[in-house]
């Protein structure tokens, strides 16, 4: 049976995560579960036979015993595979593991800004190049969480990925894919909307603009009005509560079929989202719009039999499948979002108690 790569690198992630950040989680028997998984992915993953920047390729998919069984022509994979190394490197005091981080995510810079080629997508005659707002903010999320703010790397290219994103806020909506000069495109793929992009993608200017550029009071609002609050509101549903998963910015029938589910992440990305958005501001709406996320998440997706979450609802907030770990969802959504949610209650509360 195969093993699904991007779970376990985020696993790997978690765990590192909660080792370094709290208490009760800094045990011998996390420490090993996360190695282990690092020594797994390590050996197994990379492309290594190949040369160039396409060396830095990562299997999406693999053997129980580590045999290549699938790779996809995006680069998710290495980017969960960046973030992994340079937590464990972290832990361990390793600095050739944030070595290896760093060279992965210069070659999905590379991939993004200048040659796709290593993918292995075709370019057909047919096809315009475009601009996908999730590859651009998984670049800035992986600058944010690896890279120093005095490295030629962060000069080159977290404002590059911060300009860009912003130019995905057309009018009343954040489109999720534009043309390569950052214009509109035609036809649904134009039209696509994800709220829950959309409002990941806010959090990760807030997190910039928090630790980078807190002077920048238009990037401040621009971050939340745009990306937090216009998503809550265009995204929310308000016959059956949540999340749309996809939605056409015009109307039309949207062509994704699971348009109207209502998945796990898009939610711990919105409670995150309005916690910062809240805790920047002041301004209740956010506390509200928190609220009201946490109230719909913590009735529907908790297994309250068995523990964690379910990832998948139908529009009517119904458990459509039960698995709680597949090729993209494990451990790493849900405890991500409460633990920084914890981190931003504790300012709001530290700041209320000095008024």
């Not at 996809?72 to 050739?96: H, N, W």
């Not at 009735?299 to 139908?314: Q, S, T």
Request: with cysteine; net charge negative.
């Amino acid at each position: 049976m195969p093993c699904c790569t991007v779970p376990c690198l985020l696993q790997i992630w978690t765990y590192a995560y909660l080792y370094q950040n709290f208490d009760e989680f800094r045990t011998t028997e996390v420490l090993e579960a996360a190695k282990k998984g690092l020594q797994f992915v390590r050996d197994h993953l990379p492309m290594r036979h190949l040369s160039g920047h396409a060396q830095y390729r990562c299997y999406f998919a693999v053997t129980r015993d580590g045999k290549p069984y699938r790779i996809q022509r995006k680069p998710f994979t290495e980017c969960f595979y960046v973030i992994a190394l340079f937590e464990m490197g972290k832990v361990l005091g390793d600095e050739s593991l944030k070595a290896e981080a760093h060279k992965v995510l210069a070659a999905y810079a590379h991939w993004l800004r200048e040659d796709s080629s290593d993918l292995g997508a075709p370019v057909l005659e047919g096809q315009p190049p475009v601009s996908p707002l999730n590859k651009v903010m998984m670049l800035l999320s992986m600058i944010m969480l690896t890279v120093e703010r005095d490295s030629a790397f962060f000069k080159e290219h977290a404002k590059w990925c911060v300009d860009r994103i912003l130019q995905h806020s057309q009018g009343s909506y954040v489109l999720e894919i534009l043309d390569k000069d950052l214009k509109p495109i035609e036809g649904s793929e134009g039209r696509l909307l994800n709220p829950g992009h959309a409002i990941e993608a806010g959090w990760f200017l807030l997190d910039y603009w928090q630790k980078f550029d807190s002077q920048n009071v238009d990037l401040l609002h621009t971050a939340i009005d745009k990306f937090v609050t216009a998503p809550m509101s265009y995204g929310w549903d308000e016959e059956f509560g949540g999340l749309f998963y996809f939605m056409d910015k015009d109307g039309f029938p949207p062509v994704h079929l699971e348009w109207d589910m209502k998945l796990w992440w898009p939610h711990c990305e919105a409670l995150i989202a309005c916690l910062m958005a809240y805790r920047h501001t002041g301004d209740a709406q956010h506390w509200q719009a928190f609220s009201k996320v946490a109230d719909y998440s913590l009735a529907h997706y908790p297994d309250k039999k068995n523990g964690e979450w379910f990832g998948y609802l139908n529009r009517r907030g119904e458990v459509s499948q039960t698995l709680k770990g597949g090729p993209y969802k494990g451990c790493f959504h849900t405890v991500r979002c409460w633990a920084l949610c914890v981190e931003h209650l504790d300012a709001i509360i530290a700041k209320q108690q000095q008024q």
